[in-house]
């Protein structure tokens, strides 16, 4: 199975700071599509950003920032000035084709006052 | 944007009886589904894939006979633990597909089930 790696199992930062969670993945595939998504302690996934394989541009949302390198496989989430309410765990996941999403491990990011 | 509901939200069950989850695409019809079992602490495993119509596709290690897949219509899909045990207590999220590649694919709220 092609993988996503989510090398940080946990981060913690005072708010105000800035964070990056990694995102590394393996593909075979020419095109396909990676996804960055919120779980807060609710439970249910939000989404954040899917990215294409042939758009290597990079994106800002607000505080949010993303960057994707296809040179070193990576697709790395960056939050500007963290806030408490960004406290969650943030999955990387990637899908090609007709196949389902496949997710990391996940990172949970505690954003602390 | 599209709605995905599950049903129930929360379950408890006694060891050996069946639960159903409900799955429903609340604005739009899906061709395919899937569900997704999360465990504390740990990510999303994909347990199998359902097309409208069709038996489900089980991912390797997932027993299709405990866990019944059923797809009957473009908006509903059901999984059923069947004999729960308390090792099936997890979080089950499903997830509907809609479009074509590149596809939109949006999951429900999960359904927490504890097992006792």
């Known amino acids: 199975a092609q993988k996503v790696t989510q090398a940080q199992t946990e981060i913690s930062v005072v708010e105000k700071e800035d964070v990056t969670l990694d995102c590394v993945y393996e593909?075979?595939?020419?095109?396909?599509?990676l996804f960055w998504y919120k779980q807060p302690p609710s439970g249910e996934l939000v989404f954040l950003i899917r990215r294409n394989s042939f758009d290597e541009q990079n994106e800002i949302s607000g505080r949010y920032s993303w960057n994707f390198q296809k040179s070193t496989s990576s697709f790395n989430f960056t939050i500007t000035a963290s806030q408490v309410v960004d406290s969650a765990v943030y999955f990387c996941?990637?899908?090609?084709?007709?196949?389902?999403?496949?997710f990391g491990k996940g990172t949970r990011l505690s954003v602390i006052a | 944007g599209a709605v995905v509901s599950q049903h129930p939200s929360w379950v408890i069950c006694k060891s050996g009886t069946s639960v159903k989850i409900e799955c429903r695409s609340l604005d739009f019809q899906a061709t395919t589904m899937f569900w997704y079992r999360q465990f504390p602490k740990q990510s999303l495993m994909l347990m199998a894939t359902s097309n409208e119509g069709s038996k489900a596709t089980y991912e390797q290690g997932v027993e299709k006979d405990k866990f019944l897949i059923n797809h009957a219509s473009l908006t509903l899909s059901t999984l059923t633990v069947t004999s729960a045990h308390p090792e099936d207590s997890s979080f089950y999220i499903c997830s509907a597909r809609v479009g074509t590649i590149p596809y939109e694919q949006y999951f429900g709220p999960g359904t927490r089930l504890t097992v006792t």
């Open positions: 593909t075979r595939d020419t095109t396909y599509y």
């Open positions: 996941a990637r899908h090609s084709g007709n196949t389902p999403l496949v």
